[in-house]
């Protein structure tokens, strides 16, 4: 027999793609790149696990293991021994308990480079041992105002408008008369503890018209010119012995000087997001600050925070650009120098998009096209709207993989995968609330919020898709006999199946799975609820610490979700496209690659071990020796 050949793998998540957007838009010529590798290779359908959530999708692809095993069940995870409500971050590699794709290739003496790819960097145990880790996401980084893993200090805005929404827009002063005609106001905020102030000057042109603002610092040097919709060049401050960088763009400025709007990036520190170390010092000269995250304070694409800001959808889709643009980059630039047998990258850019603008799209799967007609916020010029920035950040993606695809020879195997879908949704349940109602959730006053009273608490809906019953001898506020369990679990059931929407009169929302129904779901194990909850099209859930008490179980909450959906949905499908040495030309298939395929799938081609606690299959179909 002969020896198979060394081959290479570039493996390029575009997180959130969702399966019907990227058919009609290969079909429509809108994604050249990877068109090409859907021509010389193959296109299948990519069923994501349930939940069909980033930390146990991506997971399932690179572990070949299912979430009960693999143990990412959720974006949240609860260890059982601490109260219900302590929960921790999934997408860290410490808690994750199955072999990595990365580490076989390790063991196979390959070369692992991960380019700020979904948890890859945790606390105290790394994927990767001798490869080459840059950034490395940990998925806590949605929460509006929390930081990212790396940064110095958080995105934020400055206006003379009146906002308030958030600490991380800061009102600034109206800019007042200085010397030479300019006007005058200023920038501060904290890096590490440090303030940094700006004074920010605008100049008039020859007609008296305010087109510039420049950015002086304390020592009185000019920092950055800017006209209107213009970066600055990267700005570097010192905090204590870190050095951080940003960029400032110029979003507003009246002709009359009075209204201005700047946006600070977030700041990248210089070094310290490498693996090995001294690697960032390096990439940061030779490519530039590592755009760890692209957030704003504010929601792009909403109507009124469009209205409040303007440009905010145009800075958010350009950062989205750059950050692609730096990831492309930066892996050339590491491929070239110190070489690669697996490099695996993500952009998410697709995903975050899909959960602003992707309520506002219709149901599209014909099973549960019906529910279009009940959305009560359905607005065909909305929808129009959304579907056109869907289709825009989706052609950044394209053109992301462009860039990466001039790092793969004849050798490389190429994957364009993504993890999930969007479904759209227009109302959120929030189900501590209900089970409250239902007596079987108790709260007392703290102030002016309110708090679990454990003593009285019978379940507690602590992540997106789980419920636990508070039971005695397993948690450590327990009021529950366990000879109760059973019935009790039957009450929290019927509690939420007894719910309906006021608005729409919708009923039969919950599909209620019991822990033991969940294992052909390839959900088991300690870490999952002893209620596992899914959605119709159109519903999310939140789960609360603690009810608020004006809040009502239904509200209006338009945005696009795909956790609390059947993996199974049209528009919750992903990806994957594979295409190199080894793969049959198939184009366009029919077909469907499960999540939990793609690691003895790829371990097979690349000639490496298959991770250990692999359940998936080779994918023979697309493979051709
Ligand atoms: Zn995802
Ligand atoms: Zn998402």
Not at 209 to 226: K, W
Not at 462 to 491: A, C, H, M, Q
Not at 546 to 552: A, G, L, N, R, Y
């Amino acid at each position: 027999m002969r020896s198979k050949p060394h081959r290479k793998l570039l493996f390029i998540a575009l997180d959130g793609f969702r399966l019907d957007v990227f058919k009609d838009m290969l079909e429509e010529g809108l994604l050249p790149n990877i068109e090409g590798l859907v021509n010389s290779g193959a296109f299948l359908e990519l069923l994501p696990t349930y939940p069909a959530i980033t930390p146990a999708s991506w997971t399932s692809m690179i572990t070949g293991s299912w979430p009960g095993t693999h143990g990412l069940i959720c974006f949240q995870l609860h260890f059982t021994g601490e109260r219900l409500d302590v929960l921790h971050n999934a997408f860290q590699p410490e808690y994750v308990n199955a072999e990595t794709l990365w580490e076989c290739a390790e063991r196979a003496g390959r070369r692992v480079v991960l380019v700020h790819f979904p948890g890859t960097r945790g606390a105290r145990k790394l994927a990767v041992e001798k490869g080459i880790i840059i950034g490395g996401r940990v998925m806590g980084h949605y929460t509006v105002g929390e930081f990212g893993t790396f940064e110095l200090a958080p995105t934020r805005i400055f206006t003379t408008r009146e906002v308030g929404a958030d600490k991380r827009i800061m009102q600034i002063p109206t800019p007042s008369p200085s010397e030479d005609g300019m006007l005058k106001t200023r920038i501060t905020f904290e890096v590490q503890g440090h303030t940094i102030n700006y004074d920010v000057l605008i100049v008039p042109d020859d007609s008296g018209r305010y087109r510039e603002a420049r950015i002086i610092d304390a020592d009185g040097r000019c920092l950055a010119r800017l006209r209107l919709n213009e970066w600055s060049d990267p700005i570097s401050v010192k905090a204590g012995d870190r050095i951080g960088i940003f960029r400032l763009k110029l979003m507003e400025l009246s002709e009359d000087g009075s209204r201005l709007t700047i946006i600070q990036t977030h700041v990248s520190p210089a070094d310290g997001y490498t693996i090995p170390a001294d690697l960032s010092a390096e990439i940061t000269s030779k490519i530039g600050a590592f755009p760890e995250r692209v957030e704003l304070p504010l929601t792009p694409f909403r109507e009124e925070n469009e209205r409040l800001i303007p440009s905010l959808g145009r800075t958010y889709i350009e950062l989205g650009w750059q950050q692609a643009d730096w990831l492309a980059r930066t892996s050339s630039y590491i491929a070239k120098k110190y070489g690669f047998d697996l490099l695996f990258t993500e952009w998410h850019e697709i995903d975050h998009t899909n959960h602003y603008v992707g309520g506002y799209i219709p149901i599209m799967d014909p099973s549960y096209k019906h529910l279009n007609r009940k959305n009560p916020y359905l607005d065909e010029e909305r929808a129009e709207r959304a579907l056109k920035i869907t289709r825009e950040i989706c052609r950044i993606g394209d053109s992301f993989v462009g860039e990466m695809l001039k790092l793969a020879d004849e050798d490389t195997i190429v994957v364009v995968a993504s993890d999930h879908g969007i479904v759209p949704a227009h109302t959120q349940i929030n189900v501590n609330r209900a089970l409250m109602e239902a007596g079987l959730l108790a709260v007392e006053e703290d102030g002016s919020s309110l708090r679990i009273d454990w003593s009285r608490t019978i379940a507690y809906h602590w992540e997106r898709n789980f419920i636990s019953i508070n039971l005695k001898g397993r948690e450590p506020t327990g009021i529950v006999d366990p000879e109760d369990y059973w019935d009790v679990r039957e009450e929290v059931i019927s509690a939420l199946n007894r719910l309906e929407d006021p608005k729409t009169g919708e009923k039969n929302i919950f599909m209620l799975f019991r822990r033991e129904e969940c294992q052909p779901l390839g959900l088991y194990g300690e870490r999952i609820g002893d209620i596992f909850l899914l959605l119709k099209s159109g519903y999310t859930t939140w789960p609360r610490l603690t009810p608020k008490p004006e809040e009502k179980v239904f509200q209006k909450a338009i945005g696009g979700a795909h956790t609390f959906f059947h993996p199974t949905i049209l528009e919750n499908k992903g990806i994957f496209v594979i295409s190199g040495p080894g793969i049959a030309e198939k184009g366009e298939t029919k077909e469907t690659i499960r999540a939990v395929d793609v690691a003895s799938t790829l371990a097979h081609l690349l000639n490496i071990p298959t991770p250990s606690k692999n359940q998936g299959s080779v994918y023979w179909n697309i493979i051709k020796e």
